[in-house]
């Protein structure tokens, strides 16, 4: 108990201190609390994100097959898909139609897609395209299709608000009005769904399917989410951007403490020394002091970012998100709360902190406290 | 009357933070539960309409699909042409991409 109540004597010896200069350690912590903002709303904001794509996406098409020519995207002919349909483990072979659409009308790109579901001349199209054209069920869409002629569709149904990440921008039609509308020549897709039936066997296939077919790239469920390991990561642009903005900022904390202690708090530790504080307590004094305002911005950090992310929808991320695109998914991030992730952003900005803020002291109190009063 | 210890005071804001923590990660549990089952729906559109990805990023076809996004998407209007597309920061290259394998050296 009474080494408790020793470190507790410490920690108000530290915060009187700390409050007589209340304007310089405030803006610290508010600072140091903002970085961390930054940093955990991104490692949130991506982590919500990944689960939300290992959840969604599991049953993505086990194996898409593409034909490139000349480094682009070229449609497949349904002789590939004879070929595919060949190799040895290969249960299905589904031509896929697909396609984008620019809107002049609203700035807007739509993405197309087929489904034998449906109607000739009926339309299925998601929240976000619905909301663009201020269409409802029944209502009559116009579209300016590839020869310039304009094909009605008839909207039959306007995709729920709550599978908008999947379909904010789709479009459903038919494979007949897909072909009517972009003039696709019969006997070619877009690209081919391979179905294996053992997902072990996905990426034997599609080996075997490049050694055949050249010409073809095929994508495995794996890397499709594994793209998304991609999104919000540490390598991407404006993650990196960040930071190193975070680094930066605390490079300059660092820099501020490591490069020795202000002429105030130099004749404080050697007032402490002289009144007969051991180095030690000092010491500890320090380290209270580095704990303090690091946790406390830590915390408050964290909360913040936790907040801004699950409760406010990560709005600051919005127009970065948005970009150009007319169309944004009125999406809202499924709250994730990895205790690792705590952890690491804890380690990443908490112990830093503190060692920085210890080491210069160490310095400082080892040495006579009569030199100390007087530099 | 004694005054408050500033200590005293310091542990019950750090406390309060704390629970603020701790309330998040009871928050994101029942979220996590209460979202399930839309999360099932859209998975079952997903699985229905054999869609590949998210429509989060719309601005550009290599970041409204990256997943089936090639090499040279970003690149498209000429070999030196710079990302114009704010969203194509938010994405790091696809891994498949950056790795050689049997598939990725289509021509």
Not at chain 1, 294 to 318: D, I, P, R
Request: proline fraction near 6%; charged fraction near 20%.
């Amino acid at each position: 108990m009474a080494l408790l109540e020793r470190q507790r004597r410490l920690l108000d010896f530290t915060l009187s201190s700390l409050l007589r200069r209340k304007g310089k350690n405030g803006a610290l912590v508010a600072v140091y609390a903002l970085t961390i903002f930054l940093l955990a709303s991104v490692l949130f904001f991506g982590e919500s994100l990944r689960r939300e794509a290992s959840i969604i996406l599991a049953d993505a098409p086990s194996l898409v097959v593409q034909r490139m020519m000349a480094g682009r995207h070229e449609l497949i002919p349904d002789s590939y898909a004879d070929q595919v349909r060949s190799i040895r483990g290969v249960r299905s072979v589904k031509p896929r139609l697909w396609g984008y659409y620019y809107d002049p009308l609203s700035g807007a790109n739509y993405t197309i897609v087929t489904s034998e579901e449906r109607k000739n001349g009926t339309i299925a199209i998601g929240s976000g395209v619905a909301s663009t054209r201020k269409l409802a069920v029944d209502d009559v869409l116009p579209l300016r299709a590839s020869k310039g002629d304009t094909m009605l569709f008839t909207v039959a149904e306007v995709l729920s608000e709550e599978s908008a990440l999947a379909s904010a921008d789709l479009m459903i039609v038919t494979p007949a009005d897909f072909r009517e509308f972009f003039a696709m020549p019969a006997g070619f897709a877009t690209d081919l769904i391979v179905d294996s039936g053992n997902p072990r066997e996905c990426s034997t296939i599609a080996e075997k399917i490049a050694i055949r077919l050249p010409d073809t790239r095929p994508i495995v469920r794996e890397e499709i989410l594994r793209t998304y390991d991609a999104i919000f990561g540490l390598r991407s642009g404006m993650v990196l951007a960040v930071l190193a903005c975070a680094v930066i900022a605390f490079l300059i904390f660092a820099w501020d403490k490591a490069t020795g202690l202000s002429a105030e708090e130099r004749a404080e530790i050697g007032i402490l020394k002289a009144v007969g504080w051991d180095t030690s307590d000092v010491l500890l004094m320090k380290f209270w002091e580095g704990t303090v305002i690091s946790v406390t911005a830590f915390l408050a950090g964290t909360a913040l970012a936790y907040a801004h992310v699950f409760l406010a929808g990560a709005s600051l991320f919005e127009p970065a998100l948005k970009g150009w695109s007319v169309i944004y998914p009125a999406f809202r991030p499924t709250p994730v709360f990895d205790p690792a992730q705590i952890v690491t952003i804890f380690f990443l900005t908490v112990v830093p902190y503190i060692a920085v803020t210890v080491v210069p002291v160490w310095r400082a109190a080892t040495i006579d406290p009569d030199a100390v009063m007087r530099t | 009357m004694t005054a408050t210890r500033p200590s005293s005071s310091y542990l019950l804001a750090t406390c309060a933070l704390l629970a603020l923590l701790a309330a998040a990660a009871v928050h994101a549990t029942l979220a996590q539960r209460a979202a399930a089952p839309s999360q099932a729906r859209t998975a079952a559109l997903v699985k229905r309409l054999e869609l590949t990805d998210f429509a989060l990023l719309t601005d550009a076809r290599y970041s409204r699909n990256p997943s089936q996004a090639d090499r040279h998407a970003p690149f498209q209007d000429h070999p030196l042409a710079l990302e114009h597309f704010p969203s194509g920061s938010l994405i790091a290259v696809p891994p498949q991409l950056r790795e050689r394998s049997v598939n990725h050296g289509t021509p």
